[in-house]
C-alpha cells in the first residue's frame, strides 16, 4: 500500500510541476495572458510541497521522482501536446521508470 500511495504522489507531484512551467510557456511561447503565470506560481508552489510530503531523505527522493517525472511528461505531450510517442520515447520513459523503481523499492529493504 505504502508503495502505491508514494506512486501515486510522484504522479501528482509531476503533474503540479508540468503544469507550473507549462503556464509560463504559453504566455512567453504562446502569447497568452501573464495572469497565466498566477496559477503557475501555485502550482509550483504546490510541487514544492507534495516533495516534502515523501517519507525518504530528500536527494533519494528527488532521483525516484525524476524517473516518474520523465513518464509523466511524455504522458503530456502525447495527451496536451497531442505528440506521437516515438519507440525512443518508449523506451527512454521504461527505462527511468525501471530506475526509480529501483531506487524506491531500495528504499523501503534500507
Known sequence: ????KTGLLFIITALAEIVGCYLPY?????GYSAWLLIPA???????VWLLSL???ASGRVYAAYGGVYVATA???LYAVDKQ?????DWLGGSVALAGMAIIVLGSFRA
Open 1 to 4: 500500500m505504502l508503495l502505491l
Open 26 to 30: 504559453l504566455w512567453l511561447k504562446k
Open 84 to 88: 506521437t510517442l516515438t519507440f525512443y
Open 41 to 47: 506560481a501555485f502550482s509550483l508552489a504546490l510541487f
Open 74 to 76: 511524455l504522458v503530456w
Open 54 to 56: 515523501h517519507p525518504t
